[in-house]
Structures are given as structure tokens and as C-alpha cells.
T-cell receptor
């Protein structure tokens, strides 16, 4: 079983839509959780960290459910510039190694 | 804004040749990482480096791979005898703390023919 699993993509949505991505992780030693964004053939960039209490950054809301080992990302009022691949990432308490999911591709259309 | 840089942006090599991928981490960072991403696949951890030694490595990082911080600014990944399956994008990353954000460089695309 993959350590980090994400929704298969691609997601094709119109501008202004709300879109949700889901992710599950299998290792209970995972302690830190992130959503990264990756544009085509570019490096991953941190979108936001995910906290147990849930957190919001503008149009982006991240949720974590440790009991279910489930992470989500909600994007409201999607923009053309949100088109990218969204990567669910976990880190264990020991060490700095980031463990990436396969990514979910989002395409926002006019 | 400080950033991680990597050279070259694209490296083409013949199978069996040695390659060295170079990275300049952000100047006050202490933790350094290499990741790779085979086309169409997920980003995979290779190795982490702190205090002039490897702190963790993955199963991918076998005897053909080595890392070095030859001076105060560069961080290199060497592949001794490249294989076709080493073709991938290689990303360097750095952070100023174990639990701090890792900043990624733009990557080196390695093509092994």
C-alpha cells in the first residue's frame, strides 16, 4: 500500500468552482502534513501546512483528521492560475524526509 | 528573495557515464536534500545531509550515488555509472531547521541514453 494516496485526477472545473482534494496516509508515525503545488515540469512549492485544528489561507482550506489518517484541501472560487498538480505530503517526526503522494492534477477552465 | 539554484538545467549523458548535479542551497540553511521525480511519477526522497554527513537515505540511494558539500556553498549529487532508469528530474532542497519549510530548486533534468 502506498504511504500517501490521493484522489486520481484530473479534475476539470470552471472558473469560480469549489474543488476538494482528498488524501490518506498509512503511517501513523506521520506528524507533519502539507499541501504542495507543482506546475508542469517545475519544482514543488509549499502551498500550506495542515494543522489538526484545520487552517485557512484565503481561498484555500486544509483539514486533518488524525483518527482517519485523512487530509483534505478545499479551493474556493477557483482561478485559472490555480491550474497545477496538488501534492499531499507527510513527514515523520524523525528526520526531515518528505513523503509525497502521486498528486492530483487540477485544470481550471474559463 | 533567496532561492535554491541548480545546474545544469538539463544534462544528457550516455549509460555508464558519471554525472555530477550541482546545487547551491539558500545561504543560511543547514539541512540539504535530494529528491527525484521520474516523468509521470511522484517525487521521491533520495537523501538528506546535515553537518557534513548523510542523515538519512532511501533504498534508491545505492552505492552508485554519493553526495558532497565540497565548499561552503555547493551541494552535489554524483551518480557514478548512470543507468537508463536514472533518467528523471532531480530536485535539491534546503531548510534552516528539521521542521522548517524545505525550499526546492528548479531541478536538473537528467536524460540517460
Amino acid at each position: 500500500r502506498k504511504e500517501v494516496e490521493q484522489d486520481p485526477g484530473p479534475f476539470n472545473v470552471p472558473e469560480g468552482a469549489t474543488v476538494a482534494f482528498n488524501c490518506t496516509y498509512s503511517n501513523s508515525a506521520s506528524q507533519s502534513f502539507f499541501w504542495y503545488r507543482q506546475d508542469c515540469r517545475k519544482e514543488p512549492k509549499l502551498l500550506m501546512s495542515v494543522y489538526s485544528s484545520g487552517n485557512e489561507d484565503g481561498r484555500f482550506t486544509a483539514q486533518l483528521n488524525r483518527a482517519s489518517q485523512y487530509i483534505s484541501l478545499l479551493i474556493r472560487d477557483s482561478k485559472l492560475s490555480d491550474s497545477a498538480t496538488y501534492l499531499c505530503v507527510v513527514k515523520h517526526n524523525q528526520g526531515g524526509k518528505l513523503i509525497f503522494g502521486q498528486g492530483t492534477e487540477l485544470s481550471v477552465k474559463p | 528573495e533567496p532561492e535554491v539554484t541548480q545546474t545544469p538545467s538539463h544534462q544528457v549523458t550516455q549509460m555508464g557515464q558519471e554525472v555530477i548535479l550541482r546545487c547551491v542551497p539558500i545561504s543560511n540553511h543547514l539541512y540539504f536534500y535530494w529528491y527525484r521525480q521520474i516523468l509521470g511519477q511522484k517525487v521521491e526522497f533520495l537523501v538528506s545531509f546535515y553537518n557534513n554527513e548523510i542523515s538519512e537515505k532511501s533504498e534508491i540511494f545505492d552505492d552508485q550515488f554519493s553526495v558532497e558539500r565540497p565548499d561552503g556553498s555547493n551541494f552535489t549529487l554524483k551518480i557514478r555509472s548512470t543507468k537508463l532508469e536514472d533518467s528523471a528530474m532531480y530536485f535539491c532542497a534546503s531548510s534552516n531547521g528539521l521542521n522548517n519549510e524545505q525550499f526546492f530548486g528548479p531541478g536538473t533534468r537528467l536524460t540517460v541514453l
